[in-house]
């Protein structure tokens, strides 16, 4: 500690020390911080000791709740037996194996039997950032040098380095750092309660969209397009949930014109659908899957690349020639989270927690359905398992929406936290997204519905008085 700030508190301390990722600087200086100082289960603690129902599930990742003696139990282990080795130049180590083992006989049971290696990283974003990477690789591999770009949506969310970032498409996470980068391609968002048009049924939204992506393939060429990346619903957007068939009839698209596709399951695996990975829940067969968030529960930054026996084959074939792939991180496969990991999936499939996260993902969505699904400013409901959301619409019956700078979402957002829940805002549309820990209870849902329905009560005057301005910004 500096001498300049020994005397300060922690809220002086902060705003003099930190630099807080995605943050208003303005905002931040003149607020202060929101300080937690413990958590337990879903139930995190204020430094005053106000208890807060933690309903974002920290950023969607603290699948099986906070606090966990297991989980803590296994670090210690595992720093008192190899605090760190890393896995360059062919050197291993037993939780590395074992944890790839276990990821691949998980999707194996899940019908991906396609899936062959796995390469750890530490977060989401460098997950992507390596989806990026490969599917370049690959091609420059097979000779096709021109085959580099990559078509993402419009609301989708993948990180914010220089290429998952770019693969991002929410404006916000581009502003002023000169993204995307050349050879991202954007295609509109396909969430039909807000885009689509006036008398579009949700099938012919689809065949919209669909068309769409036939459109870009066209218009640039498949000779020059890579890959595509998709989240099977979109997180950070505002949990987007895709029209009926459009996986379908993506793949059919993608494999016509040898496009790989890269599945991005950073939120949606390890249970949060109410399966372990949205890879089966969608009967998706994708060549590189990006995982992060629950595969350590948060408890450790790890990230996870499941790559296809088809892109595995022309890396191994190519070997000889062009050498080491030389890609990789000081971290990847650490052997702490790796064994953190390990006992995090055991926790997850000993104590039922994904048809916990289906069942009570159910009984929460139904909640909000009966109890906020009739107001007048709330446009929908949507999710499946336990990642949901509530989208607020200046007319929900034309599905008109607020003006974007009004942040009405935000104004509901605070006011749930003042009564001592945590629902997380979207940055791309007026939605409150719900990802508590995957160990809800029924008794933690309905406390969790009454502090939603007491906020939404509250900020209600605020509303009315702001849906007088509906055009989106």
Known sequence: MSELLKNYGLDEMDRQSLFHPLTSIVDHQKSGPRIISSGSGVTL???????????????????????????????????LGLSYFHLFSSSSHAPAIQLADRLLSLFHRGGATHLSKVFFGTSGSDANDTAFKLARYYNNLRGLPTKKKIISREGGYHGVTMASGSLTGIAAYHKAFDLPLPGVIHTSCPHYFRFANDGESEADFCDRLINEIEAIISREGPETIAAFIAEPIMGTGGVLVPPAGYFTRLQAVLKQHD??????????????????????????????????????????????????????????????????????????????????AL??????????????????????????????????????VRGEGLM??????????????????????????????????????????????????????????????????????????????????????
Request: charged letters at 20%; a negative charge; proline letters at 5%.
């Open 45 to 79: 603690k204020d430094p005053s000791g106000r208890s807060i129902l933690d309903c974002s599930g920290g950023l969607w990742c603290v699948n099986v709740g906070y606090g966990r003696p297991e989980l803590a139990e296994a670090a210690k282990q595992a720093i």
């Open 259 to 340: 496009i790989l596709l890269i599945v991005d399951e950073v939120i949606t695996g390890f249970g949060r659908l109410g399966t372990w990975f949205a890879t089966e829940f969608y009967d998706l067969t994708p060549d590189i899957v990006s995982l992060a968030k629950g595969v350590t529960s948060a408890y450790f930054p790890m990230s996870v690349s499941m790559i296809s026996e088809r892109l595995w084959q022309v890396l191994e074939q190519a070997s000889p020639d062009v050498g080491p792939v030389m890609h990789g991180f000081t971290y990847s496969g650490h052997p702490v989270g790796a064994a953190i």
């Open 343 to 380: 006992v995090n999936l055991a926790i997850l499939e000993d104590e039922g927690l994904i048809a916990n996260s289906a069942n009570m993902g159910a009984y929460l969505k139904r909640g909000l359905k009966d109890r906020v699904g009739d107001h007048r400013f709330v446009g929908e």
């Open 388 to 473: 949901i959301a509530v989208e607020l619409s200046a007319d929900k019956d034309r599905r008109i929406p607020f003006a974007r700078a009004a942040g009405v979402h935000r104004i509901v957002a605070n006011k749930a936290y003042e009564l001592g829940l945590l629902v997380r805002p979207s940055p791309f549309i007026e939605a409150l997204a719900f990802s508590p820990p995957l160990c809800i209870t029924k008794d933690e849902c309905d406390r969790s519905l009454d502090l939603f329905v007491d906020a939404l009560a509250a900020a209600t005057p605020e509303l009315d008085a702001l849906s007088g301005s509906r055009a989106a910004a």
